[in-house]
């Protein structure tokens, strides 16, 4: 069965100290891994796609990186604004229909 | 700023009432999405409409109505709906139905059924 896992589910840091929210994954066959932020009581906003091992995107602070079983999403030096919900999500190869199976999340938290 | 407009943005409705969400999307794309959030769950796919024509339906109940008008409009028809029901209804839009294709969502409509 196709499974995102993220973690941790919770992270609070304070203003610039840097770490990695993770996305590990089991699916059949990868065709794409976005991330998303998502604010309270907001839809989410795009953040990248990642379609092969070892490719790498960025973003402002934020940087994913993705391997054959998971995705990491660095935070450079974090401000109180990327204090959000990032959820990773995959598509998965073999169906024609777009289809994204979420994680339940990070809920990301920088103090001032 | 969202490409991908929905109203109303929140909603309270009691079990017997009918009532409608709709959504709008800018982008010129031809693929839209309806998703369910609930609190501590991940995002579950609801509908798939592709050049609207509906291309999936995740086993969704029949209390839960789509239409697609257009390429750009998308409703979610709601009735006799169950308090188990509440929870944040996304709207989303993508080039095409393809894998491949970034999905765009819009804000949300947050439901509460009473």
């Known amino acids: 069965e196709d499974q995102v896992t993220q973690s941790p589910e919770a992270l609070r840091l304070q203003e610039g100290e840097s770490s990695s929210l993770n996305c590990s994954y089991t699916v059949s066959g990868l065709r794409g891994l976005f991330w998303y932020r998502q604010d309270p009581g907001k839809g989410p906003e795009f953040l990248f796609t990642l379609y092969s091992a070892g490719e790498e995107k960025e973003k402002e602070r934020l940087k994913a990186t993705l391997t054959k079983k998971e995705s990491f999403l660095h935070i450079t030096a974090p401000k109180p604004e990327d204090s959000a919900t990032y959820l990773c999500?995959?598509?998965?190869?073999?169906?024609?229909?777009?289809?994204?199976?979420f994680g339940t999340g990070t809920l990301l938290a920088v103090q001032p | 700023e969202t490409g991908v407009t929905q109203t109303p943005r929140h909603l309270v409705m009691g079990m017997t009432n009918k009532k409608s969400l709709k959504c709008e999307q800018h982008?010129?794309?031809?693929?839209m999405y309806w998703y369910k959030q609930s609190a501590k769950k991940p995002l579950e796919l609801m509908f798939v409409?592709?050049?609207?024509?509906?291309?999936e339906n995740n086993s969704v109940p029949s209390r839960f109505s789509p239409e697609c008008p257009n390429s750009s409009h998308l409703f979610l028809h709601l009735h006799t709906l169950q308090p188990e029901d509440s929870a944040l209804y996304l709207c989303a839009s993508s080039h095409g139905e393809l894998s491949g294709n970034t999905i765009y969502f819009g804000e949300g409509s947050w439901l509460t059924v009473v």
């Open positions: 409409y592709n050049f609207k024509e509906q291309t």
């Open positions: 982008l010129k794309h031809n693929a």
């Open positions: 999500a995959v598509q998965v190869d073999g169906g024609a229909t777009n289809k994204l199976i």
